[in-house]
Nanobody, 119 residues
Framework: QVQLVESGGGLVQPGGSLRLSCAASGGIFGSSTMTWYRQAPGKRRELVAVITSGGSTNYADSMKGRVTISRDNTKNTVYLQMNSLKPEDTAIYYC?????????????WGQGTQVTVSS
């Protein structure tokens, strides 16, 4: 059974940093494209960052230069380092694992972790 568990969210002041983690179990991590999405209240879920099984990365334009996605295949974990956070980054952040290489198109989602950026 595939399970994704996000952690690392919380309350941070504008300009601050957070590191999110997504730990995967179920044997699909190494071959999966991992993506981070976020959803703010009243808004659609949007892509934040992607890392393929080979380590190639892509970022949403709104986050470029402020976030870094990485993965540790020995720990079955993907990370999202977020810097220079803004109030508009407030959202629930979700990770997705797609063994077929898609971006957020698989049914394997975590439960999300809340990020709140506020003074």
């Amino acid at each position: 059974q595939v399970q994704l568990v996000e952690s690392g969210g919380g309350l941070v002041q504008p300009g601050g940093s957070l590191r999110l983690s997504c730990a995967a179990s179920g044997g699909i991590f190494g071959s999966s494209t991992m993506t981070w999405y976020r959803q703010a209240p009243g808004k659609r879920r949007e892509l934040v960052a992607v890392i393929t099984s080979g380590g190639s990365t892509n970022y949403a334009d709104s986050m470029k230069g402020r976030v870094t996605i990485s993965r540790d295949n020995t720990k079955n974990t993907v990370y999202l380092q977020m810097n220079s956070l803004k109030p508009e980054d407030t959202a629930i952040y979700y990770c997705n694992a797609d063994p077929l290489g898609g971006w957020g198109t698989s049914p394997y989602w975590g439960q999300g972790t809340q990020v709140t950026v506020s003074s």
